[in-house]
Each structure stands twice: as structure tokens, then as C-alpha cells.
């Protein structure tokens, strides 16, 4: 099933030719209509649902725009992620006209709006959390997507909305500027029904003004607002593409973990009573599954310039083996004592009861490279550990650790990161 995105507010998307199989929907809710027919197209292998807020020609003012149709209607069709996009005044001297940003918390000024989708608690109580409003997720993905760009951005802020149409009078400015960054008429009703409603929201934000604080600014007026939006279009489009490419990809991933995830056989009791063992071996048998657990390590350090992939005894050979030769580099491997049959460094570690012992040979990394440790899990980490530090020993940079499978109550992983290494991993198992 495709991933379905909305999009609410002047995008610039409907009006361009990259959206493909483009149709118009027109939809009925029991609030009544939304604010203009929604249009439907694909983007990077996501269905994407397009809201013109104020109406096609913008005729709609704020207090009548009808969000609750709006939402609804979107979560009719599917959505479960909405990037929205607003102009706003600027209420700090930082955050200047033609820059964007990426809202973390809203106050809600408006009065004659139906925000809410609970008229009544004839089903149950309904009180909504809306300590953090905005999907902290999208609003990533937002910020990665101006990142990369160069745009100019600001990654927190608060959004004050107001009733509207009217602009704010001086002295109502002078007020919010002790609360909020930015002042619209649009955003906070959206983002509490979305909450209400199940949907991630985030909005991108364009500065189109100063409101009328700064004395040295004429006072917003609409045409004002209307030329920097014109301005800044082909920007919020391409922030918006670029984030949408990476929700897809991330869903992508997610339905991947999924599917590896199904392919490793949990055998209960082995090697002792109590203990669930992950047996990878199902999952190396299956090449869909063992394709997609490759492709994620590739696209993760294929631009990581790693030199030299370790990978432990025994199945840490297998994946390490694997991905070497799709990075094109060299691959070591590290065995348990006696088994490797040249000089070697060895280091050794404590388990629950006793001690082991792991090798490497000394001729295997040069001082300065980049490794990449792997293996198929990650427990307890002291194996892991002890790698690390064979590594180091022989002048090798660790760049990362990397686990097709996590099991998080052993607290693996956080020992290595306690010791300062970066770890990854692609499946968790709880409850070992």
C-alpha cells in the first residue's frame, strides 16, 4: 500500500507537472466541505493529497476556513502525514523575511474557531495531550530537507495564530513578542485537530514580514505578503519534495525492518532454559530478506569511506563478508583464541561466569583506517567491546558498530555507547 501524504496551504506542487496520474477528488464530511477540491497525484512513489486552505482562489478568510472538514477529509482518504505551509510574521529581529521555520510550539489566539472533533463526551472523555503539537518526525525531515538545500532556516520556534483577517495593532505585537517567534491565522486549529485525529503535522513556516512591531518596517499589508511568497515558492516546493522523498524512503525502510524482522526464527529454551535465541539462519537462507538487510547497510556506509569491514566469528562473517565487497573494501575477520594462524593481538573480556578471548592478526589494520565493525547481534556487547579495542590497538579508527539484531534488555548497545562508539542496528527483539 502506498504512503499517503496531505498537504495543506500554497505548496506550489498543484501547479507543477511532477506530480504524475493527477486527478481532482471532491469529498463530503460531517462537517461539511473542505476548503477546495483535493488534488491527488503520485511524488516519489507516494500518493500525495493537496489542500488549497483558503480555497482555490483564496476566498476562504481564516475564520472561515473549515478545518475539521479539512483533517477529516484528508484522514478519509488515507493520510496519515501532513506537511503544511504558511506565511507568517516575524516577532524577532533573527528571523527575518524569506526565511523558514520549523515550528515546535504553537499558542492558540483564535476565538471563533471549531477546533476540536469531541463536541461531546457521549463516547467517553476525551481530553487531547498537546504538550509537543507538531511531529517531531516531519519537522526532521523538514529541517534535513532546508539542511541540505542551504535555505535559511530556523529549526525551533512558537507560532502564534491569531483570529484574523485583521493584522495585530502595535501594541498587540509588542505582546506577542514575549511569547512566540512568528504570528499567522492559520496554523494551531490544524495542528489540534490533526493530534485529535491521529495525523503527524509539521508546518513550514515562510517569514514574509516583521508584523508591525518594527518601526523601521512599513506595516505588513497583504501585497507585502503576497511578493515574498511569490519569491519563495520554487524554495518551499523543493523543501517540500525533499522531505517528502525522505518520509518515503523512511517508510520504505520501516516495511523492510518489517519483512527481515519476519525472517529470524526465535527458538525458546536454547542453548539453556529461559533464554529466546534469535536464529539467523532462517533469515540467511532468504534472499528477499537478506537482500533487503544489505541494501540498508550499503545505502548507510556507502558514503562513509570506511577502509576495512571486521566482522566476529562466526556469522559476523557472513554479513561483514558481504557488504565488503559491496563497499569495495577490505574485510578482517576476528576469531575466538587459537584460531587464527598468524601473529595476532588478543584481548581479553569477562562474561557472566569467566572469561573469553578474542584475536586478531597484527598485520590486518593499518594505524589511521576506518573500520567498520559487524556482526548478526548484539547481547551483552562484551564481545563487541573487546573488538573494539583489538582495533584500537592496532591504530584503527572505529567508525561504527553495526547489528542486523538489538536485543535492548541485555544493554549491549549501551555499553558501547557509555564507551564512546556509534552503533547501528536494523531489528530489535524485546523481552530477552
Known sequence: MALKIGIIGGSGLEKSDLLQNVEDIEIETPYGKPSSKIKKGVLNGAEIYILSRHGQNHEIPPTKVNNRANIYALGKLGCKHIFATTA???????????????ANQFIDF?????????????????????????????????????EELGMKYHKIGTILTIEGPRFSTRA???????????????????????????IEYAVIAMVTDYDCWKKTEKPVTWEEIEAVMAKNSENVKKVLIRAIEKLSHGDLIKRDIELIK??????????????????????????????????????????????????????GFIVGGNLAGRLKCGFVPIR?????????????????????????????????????LVDDLIATGGTA????????????????????????????????????????????????
Not at 342 to 360: A, F, K, M, P, R
Request: hydrophobic residues 35%.
Open 336 to 372: 575466538k583464541k587459537g584460531k587464527l594462524p598468524h601473529e595476532t593481538e588478543s584481548h581479553e573480556y569477562e562474561l557472566e561466569y569467566g572469561t573469553d578471548t578474542v584475536e586478531i592478526h597484527k598485520d590486518a589494520i593499518h594505524p589511521g583506517q576506518r573500520v567498520l
Open 88 to 102: 507568517v510574521g516575524s516577532l524577532k529581529n533573527n528571523i527575518a523575511p524569506g526565511e523558514f521555520v520549523i
Open 262 to 315: 519476519s525472517k529470524i526464527r526465535t527458538i525458546p529454551d536454547f542453548p539453556k532454559p529461559g533464554i529466546m535465541f534469535r536464529d539467523i539462519t532462517t533469515l540467511l537462507k532468504d534472499h528477499e530478506g537478506m537482500e533487503k538487510v544489505m541494501e540498508i547497510l550499503y545505502n548507510r556506509y556507502k558514503d562513509r569511506k570506511i577502509d576495512v569491514i571486521v566482522g566476529i566469528e562466526s556469522r
Open 385 to 432: 567491546l573487546a573488538s573494539c579495542k583489538l582495533i584500537e590497538a592496532l591504530g584503527g579508527k572505529v567508525v561504527e558498530c553495526a547489528f542486523v539484531i538489538n536485543l535492548p534488555d541485555l544493554k549491549g548497545i549501551e555499553k558501547l555507547r557509555e564507551k564512546g562508539y556509534n552503533t547501528f542496528h536494523i531489528v530489535e527483539f524485546e523481552g530477552e
Open 172 to 198: 498587540e505585537s509588542y505582546m506577542f513578542r514575549r511569547f512566540a517567534h512568528v504570528i499567522n491565522m492559520s496554523t494551531s486549529p490544524e495542528a489540534i485537530l490533526a493530534r485529535e485525529a491521529g
Open 110 to 146: 483564535t476565538r471563533h474557531r471549531d477546533i476540536t472533533f469531541f463536541d461531546d463526551f457521549k463516547e467517553g472523555i476525551r481530553h487531547t495531550s498537546m504538550a509537543d503539537p507538531f511531529s517531531e518526525t516531519l519537522r526532521q525531515y523538514l529541517i534535513d530537507s532546508c
